[in-house]
Nanobody, 122 residues
Framework: VQLVESGGGLVQAGGSLRLSCAAS????????LAWFRQAPGKEREFVAA????????RYGDPVKGRFTISRDNAKKMAYLQMTSLTPEDTAVYYC????????????????WGQGTQVTVSS
């Protein structure tokens, strides 16, 4: 396994959670790391992405101002800090990686983790 997510769980609305993504050495040479999510019966949705240096980030509209993506290249880790969670944030969250430029289309990402479940109760 080359991407491994962790940190999911059950949280009350208004709460916070931090997801982690551990990447293999080979994958961390790819520039972009991103988070996507998929709720039951819905398409996979872009959450956030970050470039190799961490200088550039991009967020999906539903999470702007609430979620923060970051990475620690020395530890080969990426993180998603989630705050002000609502039941609409309930989904399986996936870490993904790609080369070259930042993107938000899941079809552009070549490597995926197995996902971690986040459930927000009302």
């Amino acid at each position: 396994v080359q991407l491994v997510e962790s940190g999911g769980g059950l949280v009350q609305a208004g709460g916070s959670l931090r997801l982690s993504c551990a990447a293999s050495t080979r994958l961390f040479t790819m520039n972009i790391l991103a988070w996507f999510r998929q709720a039951p019966g819905k398409e996979r949705e872009f959450v956030a992405a970050i470039t190799s240096s961490g200088a550039n980030t991009r967020y999906g509209d539903p999470v702007k101002g609430r979620f923060t993506i970051s990475r620690d290249n020395a530890k080969k880790m990426a993180y998603l800090q989630m705050t002000s969670l609502t039941p609409e944030d309930t989904a399986v969250y996936y870490c993904a990686a790609k080369r070259d430029s930042i993107a938000s289309n899941p079809a552009d990402f070549s490597s995926w983790g197995q996902g971690t479940q986040v459930t927000v109760s009302s």
